[in-house]
């Protein structure tokens, strides 16, 4: 508990001192706002050349802001920035201020239909993911609900209403979609409603940016190109695997990068099959690994994405895992996000490098759930019971 506090003080100390006192509340949402104005006019050149993006941005929304626009450039989909277009029809302030209501609900409507009851949406609403989420105005709340709707949906068994959600979310944020496309592709016997529904997702997210021809996606591929070379000098403290190997080396050459992508994205699917032949058949349980696998290995995975583990906490909490044991998994979290920053900065003082504390503790917690699957008798925590049939009654 001493440290989930001093965890959450620190984050709400750096979100008032780096965002609210610096007059920058909102600023993800600010390039939201923007994205989806030019997308209203069709102005795709200027949505994704980042030069012009961010002089507007700056001179519109954010003029104290530094003059390097490199945080500060579209890099969302087309079809997310078509999205956005109903930001802009009301003065900055209100419509922020509706974005986070807007957020603070899509989150506790998720944990409630995962079935928890309302203090673990306090608590998610606490973790330092939703602060900083809220901070700066960012889209977590959004896709943990569209995560949330892929999960029940595998979960009851709604095979192409599960692909089509799944194939929306890859539309609007790919990196989002990286672990449950990973199952359904090395399962494509057992996924073939999924993989369908999928591309029916896929076809419905891109008609409205087809329609006029493709100059939007010509225009996002372009940026997304010379985005490689931005992600490489740009570092992030977060759970992924292909941060923590560019923390290694800051200031990583773009082949590091791609490579970093590409091994995460092997590491991903091995880890798929590996789930598969633990617990074969529970799709549930599948699900819940899927989205721990986006969460380590996504390509692009910032701060406020490891929202989308509330979805494993939730199946763990039903499968019966000690709420002890869970609420030390959300405190590895939320200490490594709060202070991951602060350790790497002073290995990066000593050496020019550091290790990912984030991910170290990420992967430990990975490690204690598997650790505590089994109980002391050997039965395991995380399986469906199965039905004992010689100890139910005989028929009269």
């Not at 302030?93 to 899509?106: D, K, N, R």
């Not at 709340?141 to 192409?160: D, G, I, T």
Request: aromatic letters at 10%; one cysteine or more; proline letters at 5%.
């Amino acid at each position: 508990m001493v440290l989930a506090m001093a965890s959450f003080a620190s984050v709400v100390l750096t979100m008032l001192t780096s965002v609210v006192f610096d007059g920058t509340t909102g600023v993800d949402f600010g390039v939201f706002r923007l994205g989806g104005e030019l997308a209203s006019g069709g102005d795709w050149s200027s949505l994704y050349d980042g030069a012009t993006f961010s002089e507007r941005f700056q001179t519109e929304l954010f003029p104290g802001l530094a003059e390097d626009g490199t945080l500060n450039t579209f890099i969302s989909t087309p079809t997310f920035a078509l999205a956005m277009q109903p930001l802009h029809w009301l003065p900055f302030s209100p419509a922020l201020l509706l974005w986070s209501l807007l957020s603070v609900c899509f989150a506790i409507i998720s944990v409630r239909s995962l079935g928890l009851r309302y203090p673990w949406a306090v608590a998610l609403l606490l973790s330092p993911a939703m602060i900083v989420n809220l901070a700066i105005g960012q889209s977590a709340a959004l896709f943990l609900a569209l995560a949330v709707v892929v999960h029940l949906s595998v979960r009851l068994e709604w095979s192409f209403r599960a692909g089509l959600a799944l194939g929306l979310l890859f539309v609007l944020k790919p990196p989002l979609a990286v672990g449950y496309g990973l199952w359904w592709l090395v399962s494509p016997t057992r996924s073939r409603r999924r993989l369908a529904g999928a591309i029916a997702g896929v076809v419905i997210g891109l008609a409205p940016t087809l329609a006029s021809g493709g100059a939007a996606w010509a225009a996002f591929a372009d940026a997304m190109r010379s985005r490689v070379a931005i992600e490489s000098s740009w570092q992030l403290n977060g759970l992924s695997l292909p941060e923590a190997i560019k923390l290694l080396n800051p200031q990583s050459a773009t082949w590091v990068t791609l490579g970093s992508w590409g091994v995460s994205l092997v590491v991903g699917a091995l880890l798929i099959l590996a789930a598969k032949r633990r617990w074969p058949g529970d799709d549930e349980l599948l699900s819940a690994a899927a989205i721990v696998v986006t969460v380590l290995v996504s390509p692009h995975l910032a701060v406020y994405d490891p929202a989308l583990l509330i979805i494993p906490l939730a199946v763990a909490h039903d499968r019966g895992l000690a709420t002890e044991r869970i609420w030390l998994l959300a405190a590895i979290h939320g200490a490594t996000l709060a202070f991951g920053r602060f350790l790497f900065d002073a290995q990066f003082d000593v050496v020019g490098r550091g290790l990912s504390v984030e991910f170290i503790g990420f992967v430990a917690s990975i490690l204690l759930v598997l650790r505590w699957e089994v109980d002391d008798v050997g039965r395991s925590l995380l399986e469906v019971p199965a039905l004992d049939v010689e100890s139910l009654p005989e028929a009269a």
